[in-house]
């Protein structure tokens, strides 16, 4: 069994910051790419922002500038730096990961998704 678990949201007002993390746990041999989706009120979910293992990276270009991925491989943790926040931004944010489980001698290739965390940014 795998899973992530989501930390870090919150409340802020328009230009704060906040950062999350989100851990994974488990069988996890590898982690290939992790990421961060959110989804707004009345809004399709989206895809903010991606890391593969080797530290490649790729952003929405709504919060290009303003958002930065990191993560610790050694962890299984992703992180993402949300600075100069919006109340677009509000959204409840899910991290994804992307990997390679074993488990009773049965290697498994795995899409895991977090529960999710809210972040809310008022002006």
């Known amino acids: 069994q795998v899973q992530l678990v989501e930390s870090g949201g919150g409340s802020v007002q328009v230009g704060g910051s906040l950062r999350l993390s989100c851990a994974g746990s488990?069988?996890?041999?590898?982690?290939?790419?992790m990421g961060w989706s959110r989804q707004g009120p009345g809004k399709q979910r989206e895809l903010v922002a991606r890391?593969?293992?080797?530290?490649?990276?790729n952003y929405a270009d709504s919060v290009k500038g303003r958002f930065t991925i990191s993560r610790d491989n050694a962890k299984n943790t992703v992180y993402l730096q949300m600075n100069s926040l919006k109340p677009e931004d509000t959204a409840v944010y899910h991290c994804n990961a992307v990997g390679i489980t074993y488990r009773d001698g049965v290697y498994s290739a795995v899409d895991v998704w977090g529960q999710g965390t809210q972040v809310t940014v008022s002006s």
């Open positions: 488990g069988s996890f041999v590898s982690i290939n790419a």
């Open positions: 890391i593969t293992s080797g530290g490649s990276t």
